[in-house]
């Protein structure tokens, strides 16, 4: 497993050894040991799995506030999503800067989202599927999130906009 920093202290793309052979392939998505060489050592409490019909649909910028803050590992199991964290560390040198990348089956990345990042993503195919291992159990009451669009943090999604959640156009501007 490869674990390639993103300019956002603590979060990663994660790039899996594909071992190919004459069936087909396998690879390993996480291994509590190399997770550990970069300081992961949380249990994952949740998976989840969701399935975007449309390209263009964006879906964020999701966190859970403390004490239910979560690490978020995402991988893309069908199609391709553009997929984004926004660092809200206020601590942070990069506090409110934003990482995009493409995520694929077939380039079978993966991004590891630290606690204090908000994480959200667009379908870049129709027929998208994510799967998420959570740290934290989901707790309505600490949801939160921040608009795709606040003007404060310019992410620039690569397709117009559709199918946006009526809860994700009511986050609050920064
Ligand atoms: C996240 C979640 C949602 N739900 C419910 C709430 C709602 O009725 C339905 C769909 O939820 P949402 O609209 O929040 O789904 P979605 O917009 O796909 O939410 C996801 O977005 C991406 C960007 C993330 O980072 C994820 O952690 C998660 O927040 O599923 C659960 O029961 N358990 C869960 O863990």
């Known amino acids: 497993m490869i674990f390639t920093p993103t300019p956002l202290s603590g979060s990663f793309l994660v790039t899996p050894r594909v071992l190919g052979d004459h069936r087909g392939w396998f690879m390993r998505t996480f291994c509590r ?8 050592h949380k ?12 390209k263009g649909t964006l879906r964020g910028m999701h966190f859970q ?8 590992l995402v991988r893309c199991i069908a ?24 995520i694929s089956a077939s380039n079978k990345q993966m991004l590891y989202i630290p606690e204090g990042f ?23 009451a600490a949801e939160s999130g921040v608009r795709y669009n606040d003007p404060k943090l310019r992410i620039q999604w690569p397709l117009k ?9 009511q986050h609050p501007l920064l």
């Open 79 to 102: 199609g391709a999503a553009f997929d984004v964290i926004v660092d809200l560390r206020e601590n942070s040198a990069t506090y409110l800067q934003w990482f995009g990348a493409e």
């Open 33 to 40: 040991n190399s997770f550990a060489e970069i300081g992961h």
């Open 43 to 54: 249990e994952w409490v949740q998976m989840n799995h969701s399935y975007t019909a449309l």
């Open 65 to 72: 506030q403390p004490p239910y803050a979560e690490i978020k």
């Open 118 to 140: 908000a994480h959200g993503f667009q379908a870049l195919t129709d027929d998208v599927e994510l799967v998420y291992c959570h740290s934290e159990f989901y707790t309505p």
């Open 161 to 169: 906009a559709v199918e946006i959640s009526e809860r994700d156009l």
